[in-house]
């Protein structure tokens, strides 16, 4: 019985436990955090009003805790409510930053880019999206029926219809991609 | 039995358990007719291909629809939550689904209230949640892709999607990544690690890699990460020892490569029927390996 609790029990400093799943987003005063939680709630998203952590240096007194993997999806709300956070940032390590390196690999006619744990491929000669790989939400299959087989230039972007951090990592590299494709 | 967990991208499909069959090039469970895109559909067709080679024992699956919004996945957590005790299998598979800590943590409680716990195997967001849950250690392999593995590596980061530079930036340096994952206990027992090589790492440790055949294109294609979990999970429910299942995955997966010689163009769904006689390929290659050992 014993061992079975501390086998379930999150441990410390480190992003694992019951909070890990969870983000905040910060404002730069309390009336936009009053309207983003309004509207938040409003649309049934499980979201708090807390006090900031020490690590954030920036914005008001308060910030809202909210599903960190539904991160695109609540941008979205909130965009087009006109309201735009300072940061968005995973509570239990607000310093860290999404990821800023891409890996590239040239099949000769076909390109693929990598941004962390997504990778989308696409024909050079037709700019036509050809694959998407990797990943672990399930919009990343929705994304990659949606997308593939368009090209660069029609293909909606995940972050008009992805919902999750894997759509947040496919919008990257999709830029990453366009840039190189880019005349 | 193998049970196969995860979700299909159409936000109108039910939750859906049943024996999954291949038909037509399609999976189908309970009457219904699901294509085998990317995700959790390719892991259970594979899984399927495999058993039929194997064994001719029965994929069950449970399925539901979720494009991204976490409801779908909710359902099924609620669902094995409540009533994975009426089940019994030897192996489960948990793949894409939401990544949801506390809904991750119930479903692990229900399996290890089981009179049988059945050897885990984790992939896609359910490894997510498991690595954020700080529960990796009770699963059994986890089997990453080579930025999922520098995720498990970074004891900060809640998603890839956040995993540190410093990490990140070097594919190449998979044994300190595995050291890395195991000191801050985010691995499980064994890692199949998919990449140029797949890794196979057991206890903090590398003590395989597979190499051959190259086939190099398999990486673009969505979906030839969950084949390999597929077959994995096909094996281990065959009875075959876990790492040199894990082996054999690797191996297997590389054949469909060498076999159907697709483009980066190359959809998922048309690798599937190459399962069966990859499987025969690897299993030459690894019993000639065997003898090159005894020898």
């Known amino acids: 019985m014993f061992r079975f609790l501390k086998k379930l029990s999150p441990r410390k400093n480190t992003a694992s436990g019951a909070a890990s799943d969870r983000g ?70 607000p310093l860290l930053e999404p990821v800023s390196l891409f890996h590239t690999k040239d099949y000769g006619r076909y390109l693929m880019v990598r941004a962390a744990n997504m990778k989308i491929t696409v024909d050079k000669e037709s700019l036509r999206i050809v694959n998407i790989s990797g990943g672990g939400c399930p919009d990343v299959p929705y994304l990659a029926d949606r997308l593939v ?35 | 039995m193998l049970a196969v967990v995860g979700t299909v991208p159409d936000a109108s ?40 080679r194997l064994s ?53 409680f229900a399996v290890d209230a089981l009179p049988q716990r059945p050897f885990l195997i984790a992939d896609a967001g359910f490894m997510y949640a498991a690595k954020m849950s700080g529960q990796a250690p009770a699963y059994d392999v986890f089997t990453p892709d080579i930025g999922e593995m520098a995720f498990l ?11 540190r530079g410093f990490i990140l930036h070097d594919p190449h340096k998979v044994p300190e990544l ?6 801050h206990e985010d691995a499980p027992r064994r890692l199949v690690i998919k990449g140029e090589t797949d890794h196979i790492a057991e206890a903090g440790r590398i003590v395989a890699t597979v190499s051959q055949p190259v086939w190099e294109p398999m990486e673009a294609i969505g979906g030839t990460g969950d084949t390999l979990t597929g077959i994995l999970g096909a094996l281990c429910a065959s009875g075959k020892d876990p790492l040199d299942a894990c082996r054999m995955a690797a191996l297997t997966n590389r054949w469909i490569g060498f076999l159907a010689r697709p483009t980066p163009a190359t959809q998922v769904a048309e690798l599937i029927p190459t399962v069966p006689e990859a499987l025969e390929q690897a299993r030459k290659v690894a019993a000639l390996q065997e003898g090159d050992k005894r020898a």
């Open chain 1, 24 to 93: 905040i987003l910060v404002f730069e005063n309390t009336s936009e955090v009053i309207q983003a939680e309004k509207r938040l709630k409003g649309l049934g998203f499980p979201i708090a009003v807390k006090g900031p952590p020490p690590e954030i240096q920036k914005g008001c007194d308060l910030v809202i805790e909210f599903p960190l993997m539904e991160k695109l999806t609540i941008e979205r709300h909130l965009e087009a409510a006109g309201l735009h956070p300072l940061a968005v940032v995973p509570v239990t390590a």
């Open chain 1, 149 to 183: 087989g368009q090209s660069l230039g029609e293909a909606p972007q995940p972050r008009e219809i992805g919902h999750t951090l894997c759509g947040y990592a496919l919008q990257l590299a999709y830029e990453e991609l366009c840039r190189r494709c880019s005349p």
């Open chain 2, 13 to 52: 499909f039910p939750l859906t358990c049943g024996r999954a069959r291949l038909k037509m090039g399609r999976l189908e469970v309970q009457g219904v007719s699901v294509p085998i895109g990317r995700g959790t559909p390719a892991l259970a067709a594979a899984a399927v291909a495999a058993m039929e």
């Open chain 2, 56 to 108: 001719g024992g029965d994929v069950f699956v449970f399925l539901v629809g979720d494009v991204g919004r976490g409801d779908g996945s909710r359902v099924l957590y609620r669902f094995l939550a409540e009533n994975l005790r009426q089940f019994s299998f030897s192996v489960m598979v948990f793949h894409y689904l939401q990544p949801d800590v506390d809904w991750h943590n119930k479903v692990l």
């Open chain 2, 153 to 163: 590596a970074d004891e900060r980061a809640p998603h890839p999607f956040y995993t």
């Open chain 2, 178 to 183: 595995v050291a890395r994952a195991y000191a």
